[in-house]
């Protein structure tokens, strides 16, 4: 069992930056593929970013490619999402998710578990 705590989300302007934290707890934690999704008010949840057990390799929606940037800390078993130029696009309720595999998926169902969920606003 791994229990992910989100961290991080807030209200931010067009332009700024935020930086969520995912800290991970449980049996073997973090020998998990980890991913980033987001989910708005009556849309689907959508994979943001992914990054592989061993951290050698990452992915990302093509909106948040040149924007966001995850990594991954082993020691402090966390996962961490940076964010940067956020837009108003960008609000949305963000997870993060652990699945038992090398690779991340952007397939919300293809993960074993998942955090609570932190709110991001930007304004603009």
């Known amino acids: 069992q791994v229990a992910l705590v989100e961290s991080g989300g807030g209200l931010v302007q067009a332009g700024g930056s935020l930086r969520l934290s995912c800290a991970a707890s449980?049996?073997?934690?973090?020998?998990?593929?980890m991913g980033w999704f987001r989910q708005v008010p009556g849309k689907e949840r959508k994979f943001v970013a992914g990054i592989t057990r061993n951290g050698a390799f990452t992915g990302y929606t093509d909106s948040a490619k040149g924007r966001f940037t995850i990594s991954r800390d082993d020691a402090d078993n966390a996962v961490y999402l940076q964010m940067d130029s956020l837009k108003p696009e960008d609000t949305a309720t963000y997870y993060c998710?652990?699945?038992?595999?090398?690779?991340?998926?952007?397939?919300?169902?293809?993960?074993?578990?998942w955090g609570q969920g932190t709110q991001i606003t930007v304004s603009s």
């Open positions: 998710a652990a699945r038992n595999h090398f690779y991340y998926s952007p397939r919300e169902d293809e993960y074993d578990y």
């Open positions: 449980g049996r073997a934690s973090l020998d998990y593929a």
